[in-house]
């Protein structure tokens, strides 16, 4: 996998471990696990992330809940297919997991990073209280042609911003992932389910920013 790949999806997580290991998947012999962290906020409230983790990285029989893990990969997508729909799956594909004994700098469990392209016109709205939300979706390049869908929404200025941007703008975007249940109804039933997104706090166009810098230069030697 190419540097340049691994750079435009990064996350660092760091957690507690609150479910046993689900088998998920296998890949040419190399068996794929799903485990639940538990990251807290800042506030009183905690994300419950979901992990992909290789059987080569950790002993998956055995039970590691209660136990503080750091984990970094990358926040990864994948349509699941549920009778005539299909459903986006996200979770963190873990490439290092390292176990921690304590830990008390909370500012900085749950940090992401991402360069993609806007893939659907943002949806911009306002809730009740008066608050600017704009919710897209980006898509981030995997190899082999392949890329991750990811569900981001920004607050503010920020989506104020991100509502002006046209499809196939790309943009770098720095937060964290959360967590939200939220209700849907499957004909005469209502299902209790989870969202995953990532909580826009900083963006950036990198063709801008190039070009900004271009033109400093530009004139610096002048």
């Known amino acids: 996998m190419s540097e340049k790949t691994i750079e435009n999806n990064k996350v ?22 799903l485990v639940d962290l538990e990251v807290n906020r800042l506030s009183d409230q905690a994300d419950v992330i979901p992990l992909m ?8 029989t055995e039970n590691y809940q209660g136990c503080t893990v750091e984990a970094i ?3 990864r997508s994948y349509n699941r297919h549920e009778g005539s729909r299909n459903r986006l799956v996200l979770s963190v594909f873990v490439r290092e997991i390292h176990f921690m004994e304590e830990f008390t700098d909370y500012t900085k469990t749950n940090q992401i990073f991402l360069d993609g392209y806007i893939c659907k016109t943002p949806i911009y ?44 703008a790309n943009i770098h975007i720095w937060g964290r992932m ?5 209700q849907k109804r499957i004909g005469e039933e209502v299902e209790e389910r989870v969202a995953y997104e990532v909580s826009v706090a900083k963006i950036e166009l990198p063709h801008k920013a190039e070009h900004e810098a271009e033109e400093k230069g530009a004139d610096e030697m002048v």
Do not use: M
């Open 178 to 182: 959360q967590s939200r249940i939220y």
């Open 73 to 75: 990969g990358q926040f």
């Open 53 to 60: 983790v290789s059987e080569r990285l950790v002993d998956v």
């Open 12 to 33: 660092s997580v760091i957690g507690k471990i609150v479910s046993d290991f689900t088998f998920s998947h296998e890949v040419f012999g190399e068996g794929f696990y």
């Open 125 to 168: 709205r306002k809730t009740p209280l008066g608050r600017e939300i704009a919710d897209i979706l980006l898509a981030v390049n995997r190899p082999y042609g392949k890329s991750d869908y990811i569900p981001c929404i920004a607050w503010g200025r920020n989506a104020r911003y991100i509502a002006n941007l046209e499809v196939g």
